[in-house]
């Protein structure tokens, strides 16, 4: 049988695409193997949000380049670079932008066939297609992304996501719908919906009354559609929002739907107004509070996590200061921090990269430091208290068997129970906070494990993941 190694950086959409790959290399008759060496057909989808992801591919595909295999590549570095790609690494067969997935089987089947190298990245700005899931009956991993987007228009100075996955293009919410009434019914317990700013979106199919503010959204409608048509999903996800569509019907829905997790990931960025505004983020620091604390008072218990940048350029000590503030002041239990890093054709290339490497660091280690106390105090409030977990796959904490997330995401570790396994929702007493995750013990088991589960969506990806 043929085989091939998908290597996936980057973020949840990269995650997504990748498995959408693998199950089309497969229904092409490729065997999927973790490792490169001894693959048929090599795919490394990219990531090129900082440069640092874009060396590591550099050093990947050096590293490939003496294996005898077909090496493609994919994703946001794919689309940035094009034809350059093929330039400068020669040994690269094909480079297919994120638009172009789909057409990975028959790239693969040319290439086998002897075509010459080749690019596809155009991005489906007429005609947007979207990879959707499988959703083979009892095939399906107990938690399943979700396309609900791509691309995006909120262009914040940083940020080169817009230049490499396009404008904003959105599915029909009935697709939606019906792709995860499917992935339910073929065992999912969980769903990420997943977009660049998941929450402006909007109904291609349904027009938006007139002269609704640009700020508002259906997405609030689209979560209301798929709790009340989705029969029999457990939790519901969605990432990342970004807070200027963070509607008041947004806030209703979390209100209202108790499928939906009691955890937001919502992108800050910095705690300075004098920095948002130069990052083009489109809201105060007072407004990003004023809207946490209002989705809070809307569902009790709900926890939120966030993306920093340190060092954009121009960012003095106290904007870093204010951004410290911000974090005690919201308090945050999960934090994903970065130092800035310039990228091509953003906005913000024009201003100095002025904040130096050595005080970059510093920042960001004082911001992580920050943000591991604050995990470790709310972890320590929850001894005692019950989780609703989702089982998603084997522990080795400790006595644990079994690992699963909370509904508020943190990760919780417990002996085996009759019932408990992959796809299991049990009821959790908490006994003991570690630094990251919990452990508890199975009280009860509301949902057995799926049948035949298969593990839970690597969140993790493969061998080479960004740090
Ligand atoms: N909307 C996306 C965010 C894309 S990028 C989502 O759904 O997750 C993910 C994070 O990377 C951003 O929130 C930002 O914190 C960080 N980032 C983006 N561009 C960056 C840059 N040039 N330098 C450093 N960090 C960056
Ligand atoms: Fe990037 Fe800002 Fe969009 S961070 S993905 S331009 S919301």
Known sequence: MKTACLVTFGCQMNVHDSQRMEELLRADGFELVPEPEGADVIVLNTCSVREKAEQKLRSEVGRLKRLDALVIVTGCVAQQEGERLLDRMPYIDAVIGPDNLHELPGVVRELEGGAPSMVRATFDTEAPRFLVNEATPGGVASSAYVTTMKGCDERCSFCIVPYTRGPERYRSADDIVS????????????????????????????PMPEG???????????????????KGLLRLRYTSPHPRHLTPDLLRAHAELETLAEHVHLPVQSGSDRVLKRMIRRYTRDEYVRRADALRSARKGLVLSTDIIVGFPGETAEDFDATLSLVREVGFVGLFGFKYS?????????????????????????????????????????????????????SKVGAATWAGRTERNEIVHFEAAPGVGPGAFATVEVTRANKHSLEGRVE????????????????????????
């Open 179 to 206: 792709e995860v009434a499917r992935l339910v019914a073929a065992g999912a317990r969980e769903v990420v919906l997943l977009g660049q700013t998941v929450n402006s979106y909007r109904d291609p199919a349904v």
């Open 212 to 230: 609704s503010d640009p700020d508002d959204s259906q997405f609030a409608s689209l979560l209301r559609r798929i709790v009340g048509e989705a």
């Open 342 to 394: 310039p990228r091509p054709y953003t906005p913000a290339l024009k201003l100095r990269d002025d904040v130096p490497e050595q005080e970059k660091q510093q920042r960001l280690e004082a911001l992580f430091e920050l943000s591991e106390a604050q995990l470790r105090a709310h972890l320590a409030t929850l001894v005692g208290t019950r989780a609703r977990v989702l089982v998603e796959g084997p």
């Open 444 to 467: 009860s088991v509301a949902v057995p494990a799926a049948e035949k589960p298969r593990s839970a969506i690597r969140r993790v990806a493969l061998p080479l993941v960004e740090a």
